[in-house]
C-alpha cells in the first residue's frame, strides 16, 4: 500500500500506562503531523516534522507527550502515564512538500492514516 | 480569539438536491482553505483547495467558494447521493504550513 500508515489501530490503556502509536508515512514525504481528534470535533494540530526535525510541537497538550521521527521517515508519538482525557483518535499525516519559509512552496494537501484509536480506562 | 465554525452538526437532505455546507471564521486570514471528507472510522481524504484570489472551484459535483471579505466558504454537492454521506471538514491553511480544522458537518443524504 502507498498510504499512510498507523499502528496499532485501536489501544485499549489503563489510567498511568505509557503508550507508543507509529506512524509510517508516504515514501519520500518531507512533512509529518500528528493531530488529535476527540469524539465529535475536528483535528487538533499536535505537532510537525520537516524531515527528521521538529519544526512545531506548540499543539501538545503537556510535557507527557513526545513525538520523534530520527530517521525523517517512520514517526513515533508517545503518551506516558496516560490520563483518561488523552482518550482520542491519534491522525498522522504527511506531504510531500515543506513549509513555505524552507521549501518556497506551500504544504498544500495532507494525506492522512486511518489514525490510532486510544482509549483510556 | 480565533474561530472556524461550520454552520451545522448535521445536515439532512433528500438524494438529487443540491447540500451546501459552511464554514465561517474569525482572526485568520488564511491565503488557502481546504476541504476534507471523513468517514467514520477513517482519516480524512481532501477534496479541494481553494486560494484567497479565486472565487470559486470547481471539481465534479463539488464547487466551493472562498470569500475573505466574509471569511467564509460555502461548499456544496450538486445532484447528492447516499454515497456522499459523510463528515465534511474545513480547514484553513495557515503561513506556518499548519492546518487548522472546524469541527465538521455530518451530511446525510437519504434515498
Known amino acids: 500500500g502507498a498510504g499512510v500508515s498507523q499502528s496499532p489501530r485501536y489501544k485499549v490503556a489503563k489510567r498511568g500506562q505509557d503508550v507508543a502509536l507509529r506512524c509510517d508515512p508516504i515514501s519520500g514525504h518531507v512533512s509529518l503531523f500528528w493531530y488529535q481528534q476527540a469524539l465529535g470535533q475536528g483535528p487538533e494540530f499536535l505537532t510537525y516534522f520537516q524531515n527528521e526535525a521538529q519544526l512545531d510541537k506548540s499543539g501538545l497538550p503537556s510535557d507527557r507527550f513526545f513525538a520523534e521521527r530520527p530517521e525523517g521517515s517512520v514517526s513515533t508519538l508517545k503518551i506516558q502515564r496516560t490520563q483518561q482525557e488523552d482518550s482520542a483518535v491519534y491522525l498522522c499525516?504527511?506531504?510531500?512538500?515543506?513549509?513555505?519559509?524552507?521549501?518556497?512552496?506551500?504544504?498544500?494537501?495532507?494525506?492522512f492514516g486511518e489514525g490510532s484509536r486510544l482509549t483510556v480506562l | 480569539s480565533q474561530k472556524i465554525e461550520q454552520n451545522s452538526e448535521a445536515l439532512n437532505i433528500q438524494e438529487g438536491k443540491t447540500a451546501t455546507l459552511t464554514c465561517n471564521y474569525t482572526?485568520?486570514?488564511?491565503?488557502?482553505l481546504q476541504w476534507y471528507r471523513q468517514d467514520p472510522g477513517r482519516g480524512p481524504v481532501f477534496l479541494l483547495l481553494?486560494?484567497?484570489?479565486?472565487k470559486e472551484k470547481r471539481k465534479e459535483r463539488l464547487k466551493v467558494t472562498f470569500d475573505t471579505t466574509l471569511k467564509q466558504s460555502l461548499f456544496h454537492i450538486t445532484a447528492s447521493q447516499p454515497a456522499d454521506s459523510a463528515t465534511y471538514l474545513c480547514?484553513?491553511?495557515?503561513?506556518?504550513?499548519?492546518?487548522?480544522f472546524g469541527k465538521g458537518t455530518k451530511l446525510s443524504v437519504k434515498p
Open positions: 482572526n485568520y486570514s488564511p491565503a488557502y
Open positions: 481553494i486560494r484567497e484570489n479565486e
Open positions: 480547514a484553513l491553511d495557515m503561513e506556518n504550513g499548519n492546518l487548522i
Open positions: 499525516a504527511s506531504s510531500p512538500r515543506g513549509r513555505p519559509e524552507l521549501a518556497g512552496a506551500r504544504t498544500g494537501e495532507l494525506f
